[in-house]
Each structure stands twice: as C-alpha cells, then as structure tokens.
C-alpha cells in the first residue's frame, strides 16, 4: 500500500516562508492535493494538482512536486494560517491516501 | 454551493452497527461526474478514507475497513449511507462526507462532520 509521510509539526516566524514537505515513493509521478484544517472544522483545499489554488484561496499559497517529496509553500506566514495540514493522492493500489498531517505554528 | 450535511446518531454501543447519513443540497448526487466519499478522524488524529459510491450503486472501499463497511445510495432523496458494523471504541471518530470529481481525485467539499462515539 501506498504511504505518504509528513513531519508532525512546522513553525515559521511570522511574515516568513512556511515548508511542508509530504514524502512518498515517487509521489513527483503522481497529482498531489492539500488541505487545511483548523480546530473543530473540516479540511478545506488549498492546492490541488501539486500547485494549483482554488478559488479564494491567497496567492500565498503554493505547491511543487518532484521525486520523493511534494512540497506546500506559505509565504509571508500570518497567524491565522497556523493549522494542521494534509497532504493527500490517489494510487491505484491504494485509492485516496492521506499523510499523517502537520501542525503549523506561527509564531 | 454544494453542501453536504451528515446526521445519525453520535453514541454507538461496541458491537453494534454505525449508520450514517449524508444529505446533499445544491447539486446532484445524480451527476455522473462524482465520487462520494466516506472519511474519519479519530480524535486527535489524522484523515482516513472509509469508501465511496458512485452514483449507479457501484462502491469501493478502504482495504482495511472492507469487511465491515457498506455504502449505499438513494438518489430520490439525494443522500449516501455509511454503515460500519462490529464497532469498537477504535471506531471513535468524526465522520465527514466528502465529493470528489471522477475526473479530478481531490475532496473539492466536505460536510461539517458529525462525532460518533463508540461506548457502552
């Protein structure tokens, strides 16, 4: 089965650039999508197909993907962005996988 | 504005059947372009795809839950069920209702989630 790995926690200062990487084998061949969730709601996306935005979703806001790791950028970090964060893919083997998520803190 | 709504019971007695319903409002379920999905958050933890169906019945599930899950469909009143039977208390968990595009394999809505506790 297919699995994605994701550290458990991030911090970035305020008003700096926020990494977080989501790794799996090969996950560059694959569309990868993200989410954020914050306490007490359900996930909303925030990038699909490995840097695409939503609409209302900031600029802010970017993906890349490439061998072993796909990456969620956010830059000029604000406090309301501290959230726990999901990467997410379909493999055929395994249909929708989730990483474990990771908690941004801003601090 | 699509919206899915999630109702049923938020206490389940260990062993008994989870059952649980996802009511959609602002687009059909009918819509050959969607998946419907079934995922769950224990507390404290993270996101696990349980299942989706499409809108013909036609079902697949997570391999880890298959044996104990069933999906179904009622097109008439535009909701999908989620029944998890044999429950434990490891089956604690929020449980959202999601729609993906067949086309496009991200969860573009959820409905707000719904606790369900698994305790005699």
């Known amino acids: 089965s297919y699995e994605l790995t994701q550290p458990l926690s991030v911090s970035v200062a305020l008003g700096q650039t926020a990494r977080i990487p989501c790794g799996g084998n090969n996950i560059g061949g694959k569309n990868v999508h993200w989410y954020r969730q914050k306490p007490g709601q359900a996930p909303v996306l925030v990038i699909y197909?490995?840097?695409n935005r939503p609409s209302g979703i900031p600029q802010r806001f970017s993906g890349s993907n490439s061998g072993n790791t796909a990456t969620l950028t956010i830059s000029r970090a604000q406090a309301g962005d501290e959230a726990d964060y999901y990467c997410?893919?379909?493999?055929?083997?395994?249909?929708?996988?989730f990483g474990g998520g990771t908690k941004l803190t801003v601090l | 504005q699509v919206q899915l709504q999630e109702s049923g019971p938020g206490l389940v007695k260990p062993s008994q059947t989870l059952s649980l319903t996802c009511t959609v409002s602002?687009?059909?379920?009918?819509?050959?372009?969607?998946?419907w999905s079934w995922i769950r958050q224990p507390p404290g933890k993270g996101l696990e795809w349980i299942g989706y169906i499409y809108y013909s019945g036609s079902t697949s599930y997570n391999s880890s839950l298959k044996s104990r899950v069933t999906i179904s469909v009622d097109t008439s009143r535009h909701q999908f069920s989620l029944k998890l039977s044999s429950v434990t208390a490891a089956d604690t968990a929020v449980y959202y209702c999601?729609?993906?595009?067949?086309?496009?394999?991200?969860?573009?809505?959820w409905g707000q989630g719904i606790l369900v506790t698994v305790s005699s």
């Open positions: 602002g687009g059909s379920i009918s819509s050959g372009d969607y998946y």
């Open positions: 999601a729609r993906t595009l067949v086309t496009d394999l991200f969860f573009d809505y």
């Open positions: 997410q893919l379909w493999d055929s083997s395994t249909a929708w996988v």
């Open positions: 197909r490995d840097y």
